[in-house]
């Protein structure tokens, strides 16, 4: 039985929230005084992977379309790096969009294995 597009609309919403979540606590000086910005390369280069694999791991078995997801993510991830951050950011949004493919194919390839036994 598929899921409501409603109740599947929440996986990208909670991943939405939580990069904007993120960018606002490892990007400001809110909750950490950070002077060499080393949290704020802890969320370029080890969170946002994780958020963006796990995104296209989730969205493949929601059987949800992983353009959609990704735009939709992608597009907050940019608000956020644009807000907090410069413009040279966004050359790590190429690296996230893989992680995000990855996830889903790697996703696909268990699902494919496990419907042929």
């Not at 080393?38 to 796990?54: D, R, V």
Request: aromatic share 18%; charged share 15%.
């Amino acid at each position: 039985m598929k899921k409501s597009t409603f109740s599947n609309f929440y996986l990208t919403l909670f991943s939405s929230i939580l990069i904007l979540f993120i960018g606002f606590i490892f990007f400001t000086d809110v909750i950490f005084h950070q002077e060499d910005h080393l949290y704020s390369l802890i969320a370029l280069l080890i969170i946002f992977p994780i958020i963006f694999f796990l995104q296209g791991v989730l969205t493949k078995v929601a059987d949800r379309s992983i353009f959609i997801d990704l735009i939709t993510i992608s597009i907050i991830l940019i608000i956020t790096i644009l807000i907090w951050l410069n413009s040279s950011a966004l050359g790590y949004l190429v690296l996230y969009v893989l992680f995000g493919f990855l996830g889903y194919g790697i996703m696909h390839i268990f699902k494919k294995k496990k419907k042929d036994k």
